[in-house]
């Protein structure tokens, strides 16, 4: 039996103070709530602790009870009726504690847990700076878990072939018998035992289309009757990186990724379920990526969970950033190796191990046992870790590395003859960008767009270079970092979407690429005011259509395509337009088609260099159209004023249709915004109370009369919850870049509640 311990615990900011002025907190829990910028990251820093108080029945004495700790950010000591039971010290792992001997069976018990959440702790990722908070608290959900004696312990399941499983049991009981059922509840095969082999060849394979996932179902057996069961989902596939790519059931699979924090404004790493599993479906079904990096450390199960179910590709790596401690610490970094490996393996989304500090010296020492394990535990996957030194010592099977070498108007990536002399070694890129173009969603069009283009830079040379499995840019959302780092108010605007998953131009990039989500986003707002000297430059339609038609103010001005002469490799190339005039001189103002160009050339000269700066060759065809074609000075005033400037009478109305297989996918009007308003997207509406609380994530954006994002729109928002909702974090928000948000959390009751968000009511529903 299973009971969620998730509810009823109280909370103390100073363990050594005892309860008395404690709070009533549920988990997941942050042990200090942070404000969303200009953070002190010694607020959530201190040795806290938490207490549950519960009743365990005689009924219960014959059991082993066992507590189960999801998360405990990052040095936990459970105690059971004053005694020590447990003690854990990676805040990034599960660990279980047996409390069995101290408890008082027919009365009441008290669980303590002192938790120190200080990052001068000796353990990863502590010891040296770090690019990212690290958060406290017990951040993920806690069991108490109610077990005969010989209870299942672990169950690891090893991936040897594409049908085939090696299946380990942990239990004191004589027999164990496993189920493999299938998705609609089949059995499809069994085997006895807590070791063997097992082949399941009709099994259907998991795949990113078609992510087919199984159960085992493992039971332990007493004079035929089941004492335990234990059912872990896993799936059938094999994965493999190769010189030459990546191969998923050997089929090759060039890998879109990103790397993913944990973390969320205000309440750091603690969110429930349906939140994490929110990120698992944005990098799938909004972002079109195929693969994410945890970085920098194992994440939640249900954010794993979710990518198992959606057919995303997972690189987990042990907690760690760029420092190396002591033995101890080295020591605990072994012991974390081994227990993200046997607590994901199950995991088909994962695809490998990330055995090395990220960014960390070359240590092989430390590196040959953390191989060593991981490759000991699970035959079925590679290990990599990932580095930004050159020609590092490769101790696992694939070469990771971080390439920042692109500044925007050089080569995408570097070679990877240039960055590992392990030419027969499969490569991949586990980070680019980030820091090299910090982009706020507040900036102007042209950092935002620049922005754009590097990641779609490196996209596509990486898609160019068969030796390049795969790339993880950084990142996929902001997050709150240390003073170290960041623009200096806490925050790392590394992301392609901000902290609240609203997009930046960027992410558009990836999206585009996809071929399941209809993608048409244009670079520009289209106003020249916006730029230097009016000078608007290219517009960059990030889009995966055939082709996008230019309308002006209704009328056709010219059909663009992908520009593949930028972008050779890159499968959906953004759409390039570089001509706003198009064929409009022909078919508004009668001209033929070379006076035409002619009249295009000196008008778009003018906008280049101004009037009085005109080259002698425009000039002198300026004079010639005088000459032959009555041409006057202010023709040539009105024409610009027209075509160019686009000023005076009515707004311009600029129409960009995505045109695929002949039909309009998506339609993107730009015109200057008159009128705002909000758009607020919760991440859903109806909310359950399971095993602990519910929340949805409300993503709020300003938008103008024709659905654009306006950047500009800073002003205040007033949230405020109703019924049996509470918000996460304050009622009074700025939306920034125009864009924004806040978290709704269920209070333990059922019901109808809202959320008004200025003027607008979002209605939930929450159940229990
Ligand atoms: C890397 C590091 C990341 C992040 C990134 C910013 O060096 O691994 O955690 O700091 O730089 O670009």
Known sequence: MDIAFNNGWLFTEDYDAGFDKASSVRLPHTAREIPYNYIDCRDYQMVCGYRKSFTAPLEWQDKRLI??????????????????VGYHACGYTAFSVDITDSVNFGGENVIDVRLDTRESLNIPPFGFVIDYLCYGGLYREVTLEVKDPEYIKEVLIENTGLHELRVRIESECESVATDIVDGSGKVIASACGKAFELSVPNAQLWSLDSPALHTARVRAMRGGEVVDEKSLRFGFRTVRFENDGFYLNGQRIKLRGLNRHQSYAYVGYAMPKSVQELDAEILKNELGVNAVRTSHYPQSQHFISRCDELGLLVFTEIPGWQHIGDEDWKRQTVKNTDEMVRQYMHHPSIMLWGVRINESQDCDELYRKTNAVAHTLDSGRQTSGVRYLEKSHLLEDVYAYNDFSHTGDNAGLKAKKNVTSKKHRPYFVSECNGH????????????????????????????????????FPWCMFDYNTHQDFGSGDGICYHGVMDMFRNPKLAAAVYTSQSDNIPCCVVSSSMDIGEHPAGDIGKVYVFTNADSVKLYKDGIFVREFFPGKDEYPALPHPPVIIDDFIGELLITQEGFD???????????????????????????????????????KFSDGVELYGKYVGNWGGEATKWRFDAIRDGEVIKSVTRSPGQKVHLEVRPSKTELSEGDTYDAAEVRI??????????????????????????????????????SGGCYVKTIGKAGKAALSVNDIEIEFNIDM
């Open 67 to 84: 507590l189960r700790f999801d998360g405990a950010a990052h040095e936990a000591t459970v105690f059971c009726n004053g005694t020590r």
């Open 436 to 471: 090299m173009f910090p982009t706020k969603p507040f900036d102007d069009e042209r950092h935002r767009l620049s922005h754009a283009l590097r990641h779609a830079k490196v996209l596509d040379a990486m898609y160019a270079a068969d030796d390049i499995c795969g790339i």
């Open 593 to 631: 088609e070379k006076t035409a160009d002619t009249v295009k050339e000196c008008l778009l000269a003018v906008a280049k260099s101004g009037p009085s700066a005109l080259p002698p060759k425009i000039l002198a065809k300026f004079a010639r159209l005088m000459l032959t074609k009555g041409f």
């Open 701 to 738: 954006r300003a938008l103008d009369e024709y659905g654009n994002l306006a950047p500009y729109w800073q002003e205040p928002v007033v949230l405020k919850c109703s019924g049996a909702l509470e918000l996460i974090g304050p009622e009074i928000i700025s939306l920034k870049g125009g």
